[in-house]
Each structure stands twice: as C-alpha cells, then as structure tokens.
C-alpha cells in the first residue's frame, strides 16, 4: 500500500472541500476501497474519513417514504423494522451481500459506489480500461463469466456488484448529494450510474468532491416484492443473476410491474419496455417468457458467460412466478 495523506471530516462542508483535492477520496467504512489500496488499483493521496458526520439515521418523511443516511450500516438498515415492512425487497437484498461482519461496517453510500468484481480489474499486471483508460479490455476474449451481457461497450463487460443498489433502483430511490461549493442535488438512481461506452473509467455522474449525503425511498410500493440471487455459493459470492421484483395483481391481471437486474449490465439494470410487456396481461409462463425476450432482445454473451442469457430467462420466469401467484 502506498503512503497517503489522512484527514478526519467534522462536517459535510469540510468533507466536501477536502474530497475536492486532487487524488482524495471518501472513506467510511473501507470495505471496498481498503481492499483495493492493498492492491494498489486505487491509490489515492489523501484519504477523507466521513465516518464520524451525521448521517447514520433513518427518517420518515411526511409523505410516507424514509430518507436514509449515507452512514446508515448496511446490517442496520437491513434490520430496521420499517424497511421489513414496506420495503422488504431492500433488506432480503442487503442480506443477500456479503457477509455479516462486512455488513456491519458497510455504508449506505458506500454500497451504490462499489467497484466492479471483474477479475482483470483487481489484477494490475493486465490491461483494464476501468483502472488504466485506454490500456484495453482483458475481459473481451478472456475469462468472463461473472460478467456483463447488457450495455456492454468495446471498452468494457465490467458488472456493477451491489445488491442494494439493484433493490434501489426497483424502489425507484433518489440519492442525495452535497458539492463541495454547496450546492445539493437530487439524482434519480436510474440517472446516477454510467454506462462504460468509450469511457469507463467514469462510472456515475458526482463530481470531484461530491458526496453522497442521503438517499430518499418514496412511499412503499403496492404489490408483492422479492429478491432473487443466483450466485456460486449461498454465502459472499456475487450475483451471476438477481432479480427486484415488485409486481402488483388485481382482477387476475398484472396492474403494475417494477423490475431491476443485477449481474447482467455496468449498473443496477431496469428496462421500462419489460414491466411494459407484463402489464395488463393475465400471468401465465408465456407472458413471461415475453417479456424475457424483451429484456433480452440486446443481450449478448462474450464466451464463458453466455450461460447467463437462458439463466435470465428462468430466474426472471421463475422470479414472476412467485410474484403473481394467488395466496
């Protein structure tokens, strides 16, 4: 690990005007950045610790929704009993992600600003246009299969690991941000995150000094929710697919459809024309397999992970199922 700089936040605006320097990043509970510094994929100069600001609480909003720290713990947001209530896609997704201990150290924010699991991104004796722009993509041509199959680029299959943020995005969540001349900004999470095309090293849209303060949850929705991981192991190991599902049924029909992907794109991945497909249709495994081949109409495998595409289809079939059965 190379030498860097230290400084200790004792409020946002300070947080802010030090993140502002060149080579500074943020640090809370260090789960994903700690790891890479040992590995020398990140190196920045100066390390600013935010995890003493408040911004570790949950809070009911007048309109029925929760505004959430940034230093909420992953475990505690899970646990919180009005997440279980109205939004229990949320926690089953939070405790889907890594493991009990590094859930009690892992932030809010930290969790939507994770970097990708790809093997060549965490090797810097291989090409990765992510950490080296213009350097190439090992991953093209290479071993791929945890990997993406939508909004790929030339430039990189990298997938985005967070489970939370894939439940977010079908919560249709709002992350709220702080400039470091501060100016405060409200990004709908389907507008936060950046596909790779000839720039993917630039993964969102914060700029320098930016920092994520809350994220805004509306009023829960209507219709069931579930959270459906298909990964390697049943413990600490990335989603090869998931799916958020929150679907609504009345009258025999679907009245309402929200679905978000994990493991198959850059970033939590939701396509409006799939919950489209669905809606106002009576359930039935033909309507579903619809709307797969609407979800997966650009999908495309790289080699060793070209399973993923028929292993969409039945995770996402198997995902609406349960979602619209009667009981």
């Not at 230290?6 to 500074?24: K, N, Q, V």
């Not at 001349?181 to 095309?197: C, N, Q, S």
């Not at 799916?243 to 049924?249: D, E, H, M, P, R």
């Not at 850059?266 to 033909?286: F, I």
């Amino acid at each position: 690990m190379r030498l860097f700089d230290y400084a200790r936040a004792d409020s946002i605006g300070t947080a802010t005007r030090d993140g502002a320097m060149p080579g500074a990043r943020f640090i809370a509970g260090g789960t994903n950045l700690l790891d890479l510094m040992k590995l020398q994929v990140e190196t920045p100069e100066t390390l600013v610790d935010i995890s003493r600001l408040p911004l570790a609480d949950i809070e009911e909003r007048e309109d029925g929704g929760l505004t959430i720290g940034a230093l909420v713990p992953n475990s505690d947001l899970a646990a919180d009993p009005r997440i279980i209530e109205g939004y229990p896609i949320l926690s089953r997704a939070l405790l889907a992600g890594a493991s009990g201990q590094l859930r009690n150290k892992a932030s809010t924010g930290g969790n939507l600003l994770q970097r990708t699991r790809c093997y060549y991104f965490y090797d810097p004796a291989t090409p990765c246009n992510k950490r080296e722009p213009g350097s190439g993509c090992s991953a093209i041509g290479g071993e791929n299969r945890i990997l993406a199959i939508l909004g790929t680029s030339d430039q990189c299959i990298a997938t985005h690991p967070s489970d939370m943020a894939v439940a977010m995005r079908a919560l249709e969540a709002v992350i709220i941000t702080q400039k470091p001349d501060g100016d405060r900004r409200r990004i709908a999470i389907g507008e936060f995150y950046r596909l790779p095309g000839e720039t993917p090293e630039i993964e969102n849209v914060l700029e320098r000094g930016e920092l994520i303060t809350h994220v805004e949850l509306p009023p829960a929705p209507e219709g069931r929710q579930t959270y459906r991981k298909v990964r390697d192991r049943a413990s600490y190991a990335f989603a090869l697919v998931s799916v958020a599902g929150i679907v609504a049924v009345a009258g025999g029909k679907i009245t309402s459809a929200r679905l978000a992907f994990g493991g198959l794109g850059p970033m939590p991945w939701r396509n409006e024309a799939v919950e489209a497909a669905l809606v106002g249709q009576e359930p039935s495994d033909a309507v579903f397999n619809a709307a797969t081949d609407v979800l997966l109409a650009d999908a495309r495998g790289y080699g060793s992970n070209d399973f993923k595409i028929p292993l969409t289809r039945r995770t996402l079939v198997a995902t609406l199922r349960e979602l619209t059965q009667e009981g």
